[in-house]
Structures are given as C-alpha cells and as structure tokens.
T-cell receptor
Framework: DGGITQSPKYLFRKEGQNVTLSCEQNLNHDAMYWYRQDPGQGLRLIYYSQIVNDFQKGDIAEGYSVSREKKESFPLTVTSAQKNPTAFYLC??????????????FGNGTRLTVT | SQQGEEDPQALSIQEGENATMNCSYKTSINNLQWYRQNSGRGLVHLILIRSNEREKHSGRLRVTLDTSKKSSSLLITASRAADTASYFCATASYYGNNRLAFGKGNQVVVIP
C-alpha cells in the first residue's frame, strides 16, 4: 500500500540536542511538507519541498532544517535553536507542488518531547 | 498568510444526529478542503470544494462554500461513533502558491 511513513512515533530528547525526524513516502509525489501541531492550534507549516534538492521555508522555519536528497525522503532536524520544540510533527505530500486542487496525504506523526 | 478558521466548537452529539461545523477565511481562495484527524494520528483528506462550486457531496458529507461571505460549512449526516474526531478546514490561495492554511479544528464527539 502506498503511503507516508513517519518514524519514530514517539521521541524524547534532552534540551540542547539536535534530533532528526524521518519521513518517507512511496506515493511518487513531488511535493513534501512538514507541519507542527500544538494543542488548540491549527497546523503550522515549517518547511516544504517542491522538487528534489530544493526546499523553501514555511511560516515557522526558525530552529529547523531539512534536506531533500531523494524524492521519497524529507527528513526534518529540530535543532537546539528551536525554543519550544515539544510538539506533534506531521509530514505530508502532494502530487504536484502548487497544483490547484491537490490534496495532502499525511503520515501519522511523530510526537517529540524535549526536557 | 490567510487562515481557515473554524468556529471554536467542541461538539458533542448522539449517534444518528447530524453534525455541522463552520469555517471562515479572509482572502480569495482557489479551493477549500476539509480534513479529519483521529486522536494521535495524521490528517485524512475528506473533501475539496473549488471556489466556483457552491455545494459538494461525498457519502454522508455535505460541504457548502459561500465565497461572498468567505465561509464554508461541513455537514455530517447520520453520525456514527467512528466520526468522533477533529475536523479541520484548509484554504489554498493562488497568492500563497496554493500552500494550504489550516484552521484550528473542531472537535466532534459522537456518543453511541
């Protein structure tokens, strides 16, 4: 079955450590996205990539970094510069970047807790 | 960036009843989408309505779009316990490169 796989489901880190969240898709989608979800808030876009080896900052990119070396993979690194990293992180993909009427397919998220 | 914004509701209904939730937005859009999220899971796309459409159906779902009022509603008919989830609207705008802007979500609880 095609889909998006995020791993791990739960992640615990000490403050000051960088941590990388994995996102893999086998849907052959061009575009991939990282969102952050906090209680009582909607999804906020961190980074997105429309094509391999290219990515753009979203609305809350500070303290995060990404890479897109392969079409299938879009890992997110939460750096020590991110002031409030504890959150639920969601990865998504869509068929074509900027294509009108292209819905997002989501993974099941990674819950990151930093203490 | 523009935001879809649902009415801040936590809706609790009996199984078999209809559930209605609303979403408003601020700028012109290309389309509006509704997603469902079960607790601790990712979002699942439910339905998309284009800016030139006024109403769309998919199974027990009915979505309306009023571009003059910049608002949309999602109706779930004959609700089931399995409909218990959070529901998000998201808007796509040409000026935002069709990046989706999500609202804060409506939590719906269907009591068996």
């Amino acid at each position: 079955d095609g889909g998006i796989t995020q791993s791990p489901k739960y992640l615990f880190r000490k403050e000051g450590q960088n941590v990388t969240l994995s996102c893999e898709q086998n849907l052959n989608h061009d575009a991939m996205y990282w969102y952050r979800q906090d209680p009582g808030q909607g999804l906020r876009l961190i980074y997105y990539s429309q094509i391999v080896n290219d990515f753009q900052k979203g609305d809350i990119a500070e303290g995060y970094s990404v890479s897109r070396e392969k079409k299938e993979s879009f890992p997110l690194t939460v750096t020590s510069a991110q002031k409030n990293p504890t959150a639920f992180y969601l990865c998504a993909s869509s068929i074509s970047p900027g294509k009108e009427n292209s819905p997002l397919h989501f993974g099941n998220g990674t819950r990151l807790t930093v203490t | 960036s523009q935001q879809g914004e649902e009415d801040p509701q936590a809706l609790s209904i009996q199984e078999g009843e209809n559930a209605t939730m609303n979403c408003s937005y601020k700028t012109s859009i290309n389309n509006l989408q509704w997603y469902r999220q079960n607790s601790g899971r990712g979002l699942v796309h439910l339905i998309l309505i284009r800016s030139n459409e006024r109403e769309k159906h998919s199974g027990r779902l009915r979505v309306t779009l009023d571009t003059s009022k910049k608002s949309s509603s999602l109706l779930i008919t004959a609700s089931r316990a399995a409909d218990t989830a959070s529901y998000f609207c998201a808007t796509a705008s040409y000026y935002g490169n069709n990046r989706l802007a999500f609202g804060k979500g409506n939590q719906v609880v269907v009591i068996p």
